[in-house]
Each structure stands twice: as structure tokens, then as C-alpha cells.
């Protein structure tokens, strides 16, 4: 992630809600280019890349899952920052995470905050195979509390019929497959104590990376819940693999205190008025939630709008620009879920939107992510 290319991102989505937001045409001079040189000018000395990647250091500290304390922490974080800037209207806006609230047609889901999780490998060897405390995506969220031994079992791709022959009940799964469904079978429908994952959409590419997951956390009809899965790396999982099939007995040992909650999605939310009270809004937003790290995804974009935020604020005081006719409203938002939410909760500010920028991932060049602007 380069700090340049983040200012240059702030800089592109300040001039281009500055554009959308300039007064009506006959008020300033005729441009040949989106804005006068003198504005970019001072767009450029007053964004500052160093600034959005200090955000990005304190944001990428939280593990910050939606409707967590984690998450909770960050927005405390976000609006102490819009608050010292000066900015309208800042606060944190709530609505309920329980499972049961729906908007539109999302539905909600409950808060989960892991503490800890470590699963090892007792025999043939000792060996730690993944550790919450050092790489919190191991651990899948909604995973409950557990203390588990037991033998590990192969079930493939954990389809119905992959589990023909084999004896699960009391023993932990380790899967190629989703951990969800897997979790599924393996545990409600055949006793098994958890589950294992070394699923990876792109495993050629990136054989050593854990992807973020999570199981379902609802209650069974006969009223069990959830038990835990753990996501490891493809290379790890093949590993383990390789030991079953030359015909090692594997036993594994698994500790994991987290906690499933009715909680509240949260949204910073922040504006600078415009001078026409009547006219529609234009909004930026960006997702603040993320797994730790998460300095990319989505860190980088969270930054971003803060920067943009800090730096109209203090061009339109210092009177270097004018204040746009239409109102800027930033919000931060759990991905989703935060703007089904805002959207559900206020349709009547939703219907006063003319239009929206969403920055994600900008912290990574488009040419080298496969990615464009949408």
C-alpha cells in the first residue's frame, strides 16, 4: 500500500464531489478542465497521504467484525477524529444485530467476539496448527465457546456422501470445503466436535493464505447450537492431509472461549452543510469493518474519506474554497449491513440522495488487483 497512491485516491474522490457539489452554473468562471487549477492546487497541499496511513495504522489495530466491540472501538475512533475536524451532525447511529430484525431484505445477524482459539496437534507430534491471538481469521465467526480432543478425520468436500464409511461422532472434521455446510453435516447432523477448513478459492496462488469465514450460529430444533470451526491455510491442510493418508492417527486438542450476542450494527455518520438546504445530497462512504488487519479491506477506504472529510472541512473554514451547494454526509458503515440498515431505517434521507461515492481497497493499485472503478 503506497501513501501516495491514498492521497491521490482522497484528492480524486474530494474533486470529484467537489464538482458535483459546485455552485449552479452562471456563478463562476467557464472551465475547460473539471476544476480550476487554483482549487486543485489546493486540494493537493491540503490532502495528505501520511495522514490517511496514520488512520490506517490506528484502524487496522481492531479486529473489527460488524456488531462487535472490536468493530465498536474503531467507530469510537473514527468519530473522535470527524469530532476534532469540526464536522455537522457526528455521531454513531445503532440498529438492532439480533438475528431476528430484518431490513429490507437483509436479515440481521448477531454480534460475536472471539477472545481466543488455538487448536493443536497432540500425536503423532506436538504442533500448533492455528492460533486466534495471531492470525484472528483462524478462528470462524459465530464459532461458541469449546474445549475439545479428539481424533482428526478427512471428509473431502464434506458432501453427504463423502462421510460414507466414516465415523465422525466425537471427533474434529478437517474439510477442503466451506466450513458452514460442513459444520452442518459433520456436527448436527453425524456429533462431530467442530471442524477444520483449509478451503481457499484461489489455493494455486496463495497456498499460505487463510481466508475469513464463518458457520451458522442458530439453534438446531432440538435446541444444540453451533460448536467451532477453524480456517488453516491450503498448504497446512494438505500437510495434514498427507500424515491421514499414510495412515497417521491424528489427535487434535482445542480451546476456544468467544461469545454470540444480540448486539447493534453501527454507522459513523458526519456532514458538512451546504448552502442550499433544499437541495439533494451527496454522500461518500466507505466500510469500516473488517477482520484484523484488514489494512486494505477496508482500512485504506475508511482512511480515505476521513482524509477527504478533514480536508474540505478545513479548506471551506479557511475560506480557500467555497462551500458546495449541496450538503456532504460521510458514513462509515459495517459492510452491508450498515447501509441496508441506514437505508431501511431512513428512507426519507435516502430519497434525498442525488449520488454516492464508495471507496474500497483503494490502498491497492487497480492495475494490480484486477480491479476497476465501478
Known amino acids: 500500500m503506497k501513501r501516495r497512491h491514498i492521497v491521490l485516491t482522497a484528492v480524486m474522490g474530494l474533486g470529484l464531489c467537489l464538482v ?4 449552479a452554473p452562471g456563478t463562476q468562471e467557464n472551465l475547460t478542465t473539471l476544476l480550476p487549477s487554483r482549487t486543485m492546487d489546493s486540494i493537493i497541499a491540503h490532502t495528505s497521504g501520511d495522514m490517511a496511513f496514520q488512520y490506517i495504522r490506528r484502524i487496522s489495530l481492531f479486529n473489527r467484525l460488524a456488531a462487535s466491540e472490536a468493530y465498536h472501538r474503531s467507530a469510537e475512533y473514527v468519530l473522535g477524529e470527524v469530532k476534532k475536524y469540526g464536522l455537522d451532525e457526528a455521531q454513531i447511529e445503532q440498529y438492532p444485530a439480533d438475528g431476528k430484525t430484518r431490513y429490507f431484505m437483509f436479515q440481521s445477524f448477531d454480534g460475536w467476539d472471539g477472545e481466543s482459539g488455538v487448536a493443536w496437534m497432540t500425536s503423532p507430534y506436538r504442533e500448533k496448527v492455528c ?11 459465530w464459532s461458541n465457546s469449546a474445549h475439545a480432543k479428539g481424533d482428526l478425520i478427512y471428509v473431502g468436500e464434506g458432501r453427504p456422501e463423502d462421510f460414507a464409511g466414516k465415523e465422525v461422532k466425537n471427533k474434529i472434521v478437517l474439510t477442503s470445503s466451506d466450513p458452514s455446510s460442513v459444520h452442518e453435516e459433520a456436527v448436527f447432523n453425524r456429533g462431530a466436535l467442530g471442524v477444520i477448513s483449509f478451503y481457499y478459492p484461489r489455493p494455486v496462488d496463495y497456498p499460505d493464505a487463510v481466508e475469513r469465514d464463518g458457520i451458522s450460529h442458530y439453534e438446531t430444533r432440538d435446541g ?7 480456517k488453516i491455510s491450503t498448504r497446512k491442510g494438505q500437510e495434514l492431509v498427507r500424515l491421514l493418508e499414510a495412515g497417521q492417527k491424528l489427535t487434535m486438542e482445542v480451546d476456544v472461549k468467544a461469545r454470540v450476542y444480540p448486539s447493534q450494527f453501527e454507522n459513523v455518520i458526519a456532514t458538512i452543510p451546504g448552502t442550499d438546504p433544499s437541495a439533494k445530497e451527496f454522500v461518500i462512504t466507505a466500510h469500516l469493518c473488517h477482520f484484523d488487519p484488514g489494512a486494505n479491506d477496508n482500512a485504506s477506504g475508511a482512511a480515505s474519506i476521513l482524509e477527504i472529510a478533514r480536508a474540505v472541512k478545513e479548506l471551506i473554514t479557511s475560506g480557500e474554497i467555497e462551500r458546495p451547494r449541496r450538503t456532504i454526509r460521510f458514513i462509515w458503515v459495517p459492510e ?5 440498515a441506514y437505508a431501511a ?5 435516502t430519497d434525498n440522495m442525488i449520488c454516492g461515492l464508495n471507496l474500497d ?6 492495475n494490480r488487483n484486477n480491479s476497476g472503478f465501478a
Open 20 to 23: 458535483l457539489l459546485r455552485p
Open 336 to 340: 452491508m449491513s450498515g447501509s441496508f
Open 131 to 141: 492460533d486466534f491471538a495471531e492470525m484472528p481469521a483462524c478462528l470462524c465467526r
Open 345 to 349: 431505517t431512513h428512507p426519507d434521507k
Open 224 to 230: 444444540r447450537k453451533s460448536t467451532f470451526a477453524f
Open 361 to 366: 481497497m483503494v490502498g491497492s493499485y487497480l
